[in-house]
T-cell receptor, first 113, second 115 residues
Framework: GENVEQHPSTLSVQEGDSAVIKCTYS??????FPWYKQELGKGPQLIID?????GEKKDQRIAVTLNKTAKHFSLHITETQPEDSAVYFC????????????FGTGTKLQVIP | DAGVTQSPTHLIKTRGQQVTLRCSPK?????VSWYQQALGQGPQFIFQ???????QRGNFPDRFSGHQFPNYSSELNVNALLLGDSALYLC??????????????FGSGTRLTVV
């Protein structure tokens, strides 16, 4: 089955710096890669996603890149702000068939003011 | 456009009791998946419902069961509650035919505490 590895598990950055979180997946059939932000006590919120036919996607300060050959994708947050502090999860989804979803183990991001 | 709604938001139960959690999917979605998230952990897949049937299941005992109704809403039932069942229970909805175009959306969860 699919296996998603996520690194690092914790990340501390100074406000205004960039943060990068990386994920690798094993199943080449996975074709949809969402990223979620989860604040304490709340459900995961979709912040950006990318489909397998796209190499990069940007939304203001957030960008995601996908390398299908190497089976890895990354989340980039620029000009970090204290409100970016949360746990971030990547996921790999095979949207055909039974839509199997596999999550990464999460990255706790702390933005220091 | 309403997102995924879950009820109740918090619940306290005693060991051995039974609990029912409810989920209404995002408008236009027809597939509901349930997850258990222990404190400090990632979401663990419980099962998924589509066309009122359970179509895949994670590594959870039969004490965990579910149901999907014709309007696509879903219930998660847990029998004979254990202390270890204390967790945030998340519901996620999607569209079977086009997940990549319509997304995989989570609700805010139900915090279950078993005492």
């Amino acid at each position: 089955g699919e296996n998603v590895e996520q690194h690092p598990s914790t990340l501390s950055v100074q406000e205004g710096d960039s943060a990068v979180i990386k994920c690798t997946y094993s199943d080449s059939a996975s074709n949809y890669f969402p990223w979620y932000k989860q604040e304490l006590g709340k459900g995961p919120q979709l912040i950006i996603d990318i489909r397998s036919n796209v190499g990069e996607k940007k939304d203001q300060r957030i960008a995601v890149t996908l390398n299908k050959t190497a089976k890895h994708f990354s989340l980039h947050i620029t000009e970090t702000q204290p409100e970016d502090s949360a746990v971030y999860f990547c996921a790999a989804i095979h949207s055909g068939g039974y839509q199997k979803v596999t999550f990464g183990t999460g990255t706790k991001l702390q933005v220091i003011p | 456009d309403a997102g995924v709604t879950q009820s109740p938001t918090h619940l306290i139960k005693t060991r051995g009791q039974q609990v029912t959690l409810r989920c209404s999917p995002k408008s236009g979605h027809d597939t509901v998946s349930w997850y258990q998230q222990a404190l400090g952990q990632g979401p663990q897949f419980i099962f998924q419902y589509y066309e009122e049937e359970e179509r895949q299941r994670g590594n959870f005992p039969d004490r965990f069961s579910g149901h999907q109704f014709p309007n696509y809403s879903s219930e998660l039932n847990v029998n004979a509650l254990l202390l270890g069942d204390s967790a945030l229970y998340l519901c996620a909805s999607s569209l079977a035919r086009s997940l990549a175009n319509y997304g995989y959306t989570f609700g805010s969860g139900t915090r279950l505490t078993v005492v």
